[in-house]
C-alpha cells in the first residue's frame, strides 16, 4: 500500500511563499508521478501539477505555471511543492497524490495541508 | 480546458437506497478518460473508478460506474453508512487535468 505522509497546516502573509512536503516510502519514491492537487473553497478541486521523480522532471498546469515549483529529495524519499505570491485566493486544502505517470488517474492521496492566507 | 459539471450538487438519500451521480463533460472524452474519486473530511481521498467503469482495487461492487462519450454516471447500489462523502469526476483526456464540481451524499 503506498502510504503519503504531508506536512502540517500552515499560515502564511500575503505575498509571502508557502512550502508543503509529501513523504513516501524509499521504495516507492521513483514509481510513480507525485501531484499536487488544491481544493479551495471558490475554485472546488484544482490540479497545480506533477512530478516525476525518477526523471527530475515537473509538468505545471498553465494557471500555476512560473508560481508553483516542484522539488524531491531522494534521501528522504520526501517531494516538495512552493508556491510563491500568496493571495489570499491560495487559501486551499493541498494535497499531493500519485499517479503512474503525467496525465493519469490519482490512485494514492495524502491526508492534505490546509494552507491559511491571512494578513 | 474541459468542464466537467456535476448534477446533483446534493443527494439526500437514506441507508440502503441506490444513488446515482451524473458527470457532463463539455467535449467528448473519447476512450472513456473519466475517473471517479471519494472524498470524506478528515481523510485522505480515494480512487474509486478509472476508465469510466473500472473499479480500483479493493472498492466493492456496489460502486458502479458507466457512460461513454459526454455523459457518464456513478452508482451506489445499496448505500452503507460509509459511502455518505462528497464525490468527484475527473478527466484525463486532456494533458489539462480537470475535476467537476462534487456531489455531496447526505443522509436523509
Known amino acids: 500500500q503506498v502510504q503519503l505522509v504531508q506536512s502540517g497546516a500552515e499560515v502564511k502573509k500575503p505575498g509571502s511563499s508557502v512550502r508543503v512536503s509529501c513523504k513516501t516510502s524509499?521504495?516507492?519514491?521513483?514509481?510513480?508521478?507525485v501531484n499536487w492537487v488544491r481544493q479551495a473553497p471558490r475554485h472546488g478541486l484544482e490540479w497545480m501539477g506533477g512530478?516525476?521523480?525518477?526523471?527530475?522532471?515537473?509538468n505545471y498546469a498553465p494557471k500555476f505555471h512560473g508560481r508553483a515549483t516542484f522539488t524531491a529529495d531522494e534521501s528522504t524519499a520526501t517531494v516538495y511543492m512552493e508556491l510563491d505570491s500568496l493571495g489570499s485566493e491560495d487559501t486551499a486544502l493541498y494535497y499531493c497524490a500519485t499517479s503512474r505517470s503525467f496525465g493519469v488517474t490519482f490512485d494514492h492521496w495524502g491526508q492534505g495541508t490546509l494552507v491559511t492566507v491571512s494578513s | 480546458e474541459i468542464v466537467l459539471t456535476q448534477s446533483p450538487g446534493t443527494l439526500s438519500l437514506s441507508l440502503g437506497e441506490r444513488a446515482t451521480l451524473s458527470c457532463r463533460a463539455s467535449q467528448s472524452l473519447d476512450g472513456n478518460y473519466l475517473a471517479w474519486y471519494q472524498f470524506k473530511p478528515g481523510q485522505a481521498p480515494r480512487l474509486l473508478i478509472s476508465g469510466a467503469s473500472i473499479r480500483a482495487t479493493g472498492i466493492p461492487d456496489r460502486f458502479s460506474g458507466g457512460g461513454s462519450g459526454t455523459d457518464f454516471t456513478l452508482t451506489i447500489s445499496r448505500l452503507q453508512p460509509e459511502d455518505f462523502a462528497v464525490y468527484f469526476c475527473q478527466q484525463y483526456l486532456s494533458s489539462v487535468l480537470t475535476f467537476g464540481g462534487g456531489t455531496k451524499v447526505e443522509i436523509k
Open positions: 524509499r521504495d516507492n519514491f521513483n514509481k510513480f508521478a
Open positions: 512530478f516525476m521523480p525518477s526523471y527530475k522532471t515537473a
